[in-house]
């Protein structure tokens, strides 16, 4: 029987079913593996320093584009380019599958077959472009002119954006193998230094297209183009110099072929739910509203994606070492690295989610100067169903680490799939635009239970663990460090000095509750440890 507890001290050993017959072991680890492992603290550590600056460019360049298309071509952009999104889903799932089998050959030590898999992926990456050239060319264009909400007078300018979507999405598709390889061997301070390259360009398209003479959507959709080629040529030049098993190779092995493709098309039958419970929705929200509600929940996105690009960084550092430990027979560890990620990316949103959702009106409005319909109440709403999603990233990460995959993704596709229907039948009632968010927010808390359910057997993880040391944790947290901020939010008016007071003391009593309630004793002595070490390398340098 296994104790998950971590109380004792004996490794037990189950089977592992990816291709091979070795036990997985179940090792006794330091109670603080996680934060000891230097490369995910110095990885996370990297990509964090470097996402300031991004993030302050981010919100300059949001406003300047917003303010500079307008709210109606605003909506548009972000309209038509969840056409695509839709369009996307195989390849979405390919680049699940592509990273997963790189980061379990390389924790195997296999060149041999690291190289096969990614000149296999490279392969159907390049067919998959193709198919979306001809679909998008097509059945795209004809949703765009006859199905969707656009004003007679920008469709032209809409056109312009599909087809920048469409060679956007491609050049992606083509990359995605060079960067699974990146992620992969955890070089994460390459993917820091893109972001500030990424920030440069953005910076650059926003002076362009301010002082543009023609056309600013049409000018928008045409220098997205040439960022992503040069990204992606950055992307290709870098793996191919540094990686061996980048050097394309042509192969054609049909098991290598079926392998891969067939875990991308259990992980398809997954996407598809929350593609079409996002982007999905936004089709919804555009034939019923119209591009002004696309444009506040373009915006909401945003300001959420700002404090959830905190939170991927932190999962791109951790999702290749749950993956090797698993690949290793490792399970300790994999449960160490699942529950505490969970737990910290939890932490990691509510950061933002607390002060953000608390004076979004004011954010905004300092943002955006000018602040579409809905965008306030979005916004609340989206922070809100972050927070339930963010507890089930882990736990994603440990399914395709398994392997095991075609149940998981029957079931959370069959239950996730009930937002769209449920929200299409809210707007059919004459629901107001909220409600999409009121579905998702319901389903999502839902599951939560269930991904866990199909989990925890494949990688022997106990329930009681997960819910004392992630759920209920992570509600003690939040539930504690949200009353400072409130009780400023009830006794202060309006004002620039209550949006400043609100935030810092959101951020300083989140902070001290995640230190004292959020952590263990062993995880506070790793933080302070991390901290001292950090902050001596800095003196030294």
């Known amino acids: 029987m296994i104790n998950n507890s971590g109380n004792d001290d004996e490794s037990v050993k189950q089977p592992l079913s990816e291709n091979n017959s070795s036990p997985i072991v179940m090792r006794k680890a330091p109670e603080n593996e996680i934060f000891s492992n230097k490369r995910i603290a110095k990885n996370t550590l990297v990509l964090y320093l470097r996402m300031i600056f991004m993030t302050l460019l981010g919100l300059f360049t949001s406003r300047v584009v917003l303010q500079t ?5 605003y909506g548009v952009w972000t309209a038509v380019g969840g056409v695509i999104s839709m369009m996307g889903l195989l390849s979405k799932s390919l680049t699940k599958s592509i990273s997963r089998h790189l980061t379990f050959e390389l924790g195997r030590g296999d060149m041999k077959k690291l190289n096969m898999v990614f000149s296999t992926s490279l392969n159907v990456q390049i067919v998959i472009a193709l198919c979306i050239l001809l679909i998008g060319s097509t059945l795209g264009f004809w949703f765009l002119n006859n199905k969707m909400n656009i004003p007679p007078e920008r469709l032209d300018a809409a056109n312009w954006v599909m087809w920048s979507s469409i060679i956007c999405f491609m050049i992606g598709l083509v990359k995605v193998p060079y960067g699974a390889a990146i992620v992969s061997h ?17 910076l650059v398209i926003v002076g362009t297209l301010y002082f543009s003479p023609i056309d600013k959507l049409k000018t928008y959709a045409i220098l997205s183009v040439c960022a992503s080629i040069i990204v992606a040529i950055i992307y290709i030049t870098y793996s191919r110099l540094k990686f061996e098993e980048c050097r394309y190779h042509f192969v054609y092995n049909v098991p290598m072929l079926k392998e891969l493709t067939g875990f991308a098309g259990w992980s398809f039958f997954g996407d598809s739910a929350w593609i079409f419970n996002t982007q999905g929705i936004d089709l919804l929200v555009n034939i019923y509203f119209g591009v002004t509600l696309n444009a506040a929940r373009g915006i909401a996105g945003q300001v959420n994606a700002l404090s959830a690009k905190f939170v991927a960084n932190f999962m791109t550092a951790l999702e290749p070492q749950i993956t090797k430990s698993y690949a290793a027979n490792n399970l300790y ?8 990620g969970a737990k910290f990316s939890f932490f990691l949103t509510i950061l933002f989610a607390i002060p953000f959702s608390f004076e979004a009106e004011k954010l905004l409005w300092l943002w955006l100067g000018v602040v579409p319909d809905y965008s306030v109440t979005f916004v609340r709403l989206t922070f ?9 990233n882990t736990l994603v990460t440990a399914q395709y680490a398994t392997g095991k995959i075609r149940k998981y993704q029957i079931i959370m596709t069959i239950c996730g799939f009930w937002v769209f229907p449920l929200t299409w ?7 107001g635009p909220t409600w999409s968010y009121i579905v998702f927010i319901a389903v ?21 663990r997960y819910l004392n040391d992630v759920l209920l944790k992570c509600a003690e947290v939040l539930a504690i460090a949200i009353i400072p901020p409130l ?15 609100v935030c810092l003391v959101s951020f300083v009593s989140s902070c001290l509750v995640i230190y004292w309630i959020g952590v263990n004793r062993e995880e506070r002595k790793a933080l302070m ?3 001292r070490e950090f902050i001596h390398r800095k003196r030294i340098e």
């Open 529 to 531: 440890s991390m901290t």
């Open 425 to 431: 039948v809210a707007f059919k009632l004459g629901g």
């Open 444 to 464: 999502y808390f839902g599951l939560i239970f269930v991904r866990f359910y199909l989990v925890k057997d494949l990688i022997k993880i106990s329930w009681k």
């Open 487 to 501: 009780v400023l939010m009830m006794t202060m008016p309006s004002s620039i000095l209550r949006f400043i007071l």
């Open 186 to 202: 955890e070089k994460m301070s390459v993917y820091a230094y893109m972001t500030i390259f990424d920030a440069f360009l953005s």
């Open 384 to 392: 809100l169903s972050a927070l339930m999603t963010v507890l089930g």
């Open 333 to 340: 560890q994999m449960h160490q690295l699942v529950c505490r």
């Open 69 to 73: 298309l307008g709210v109606t071509d």
